[in-house]
């Protein structure tokens, strides 16, 4: 028989919200009667833009003419859409370093998470923020970076713990990092960082030849200004820092898969030989081997969120799921959890400060509730007691499910 990769055997049987989906739909199944809402997964509600559903349209047309037809794509996306993303999520913004040929469209964030690891080192040692989401860690198990699992945090990963008393801002890592995973507007905690706060990393990624990989899925939710949105907003990221970006859910692609990351041709590497390379060289060359692009359709339709209608509906669109996280931040403190983000962010990180069990506290909303939670263990051992509740859903559903508390609460 084949011998597989061993380093499947230390992950968890499933993936956190592939195990969360699997208890709602177990709920459903004992309760046939019972309504269950669900705010775990961060799965938007909200139907994709008319621009983006004409710019498709009319990319299905193309694809049905002889004349017009597209077979493969350039494998880093095509310019259309590169160039929108360079002039409106950079060079408007005063990010005039970032161009297209720095920017990779990709099928979406997560699935980019994980490829990068093919172009850094395994010996790499990765730091990830505690709590964090779970795709850097569990990329690391698989490519055999995380080492063993020991009372719950893995041996060879460094972790950046993340609590109230540091405002969830981890403090920097006392040994060495080469790769260090930052996501903000964090998930699951909510929190976002400030650009001081932000140059503390940028700082030590130059002095310690790190790499950070920044993962600002949710940057279209920061409202409050200060807040970073893009990590070259700091001098000289340009060079130690990959950020990662997608249209999920700034523009309800879930379904349709598009993203982006940005791999600037400052950001310098070196192998083992001593000879330097650009990590634009290596994905670029990583990317043409494995990846033939994001489909032609979904790049026209990502196109059109760059347009001014296009981008008023992602103003408004994210407007109505931050509204729904502030219902959720509002009733969960209403009941005396201490609830956390939701602000530049569509998550609410919530305990009730007992330091009940995250998977106990999910099951009893269900059961008592029905509405469905992301246990907050499931994110790593520092988010043991807390759950994360997610604005991406209807405003009626929302209100529906915190009604559902509140009333029982003071009744
Ligand atoms: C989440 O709920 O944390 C994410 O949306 C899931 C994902 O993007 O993979």
């Known amino acids: 028989m084949i011998k597989v990769n061993n380093n499947f055997q230390l992950l968890p049987v499933s993936y956190l919200f592939s195990e969360v989906g699997r208890k709602v739909a177990a709920f459903r199944s004992e309760n046939p009667d019972r309504e269950v809402i669900r705010m775990d997964i961060g799965d938007v509600t909200r139907p994709l833009f008319p621009s983006v559903i004409s710019a498709m349209h009319e990319a299905v047309d193309e694809l049905g003419s002889a004349e017009r037809f597209h077979g ?45 690891g093919d172009i850094y080192s395994r010996e ?48 920097l890592p006392v040994e060495k990092a080469d790769v260090i995973f930052l996501c903000f507007p964090n998930n699951p905690t909510g929190e976002a960082i400030k650009h001081d706060e932000l140059k503390k990393w940028v700082e030590y990624a130059h002095a310690n030849g790190s790499l950070i990989i920044f993962d600002s899925a949710y940057e279209a939710f920061v409202r409050q200004p200060g807040v970073v949105r ?25 379904g349709l898969r598009c993203g982006y990351t940005v791999v ?82 569509p998550y609410v990180w919530a305990t009730s400060g007992t330091g009940e069990d995250s998977w106990k506290v999910f099951g009893d909303l269900l059961q008592n509730y029905g509405f ?40």
């Open 264 to 345: 600037p041709r400052n950001l310098k590497g070196v192998y083992s030989d001593g000879a330097e390379v650009a990590l634009n060289t290596l994905w670029n060359r990583r990317q043409t081997t494995k990846f033939n692009g994001a489909s032609y359709v979904a790049q026209k339709g990502a196109s059109a969120v760059y347009t001014p209608e296009g981008r008023e509906d992602v103003k408004r669109a994210t407007d109505y799921y931050l509204g729904n996280a502030s219902i959720i931040r509002k009733a969960l403190t209403e009941i005396g959890f201490k609830a956390f983000g939701g602000e530049n962010s």
């Open 124 to 171: 790499c040692k990765v730091a990830v923020m505690n709590p964090a989401y779970p795709v850097y860690v569990d990329d690391s198990v698989i490519d055999g970076r995380a080492g063993i699992p020991e009372n719950g945090l893995w041996s060879n990963l460094i972790y950046l713990d993340c609590d109230p008393e540091n405002n969830f801002l981890p403090s």
């Open 230 to 254: 893009s990590i070259y907003e700091i001098e000289g990221a340009d060079e130690v820092a990959i950020e990662i970006r997608s249209f999920s859910k700034t523009a309800g692609f879930t």
């Open 72 to 116: 493969y794509g350039p494998e880093q996306g095509y310019a259309f859409l590169r160039d929108a993303i360079a002039e409106f999520d950079y060079y408007q913004r005063g990010l005039v370093n970032i161009e297209a040929a720095d920017i990779f469209v990709s099928d979406g964030a997560k699935s980019d998470i994980g490829n990068l």
């Open 372 to 411: 469905s939670t992301t246990p907050g263990s499931g994110f790593g051992s520092k988010g043991e007691g807390y759950i994360r509740l997610t604005g991406f859903n209807s405003r009626e559903n929302t209100e529906r499910a915190m009604e559902r508390l509140i009333k029982e609460k003071f009744q």
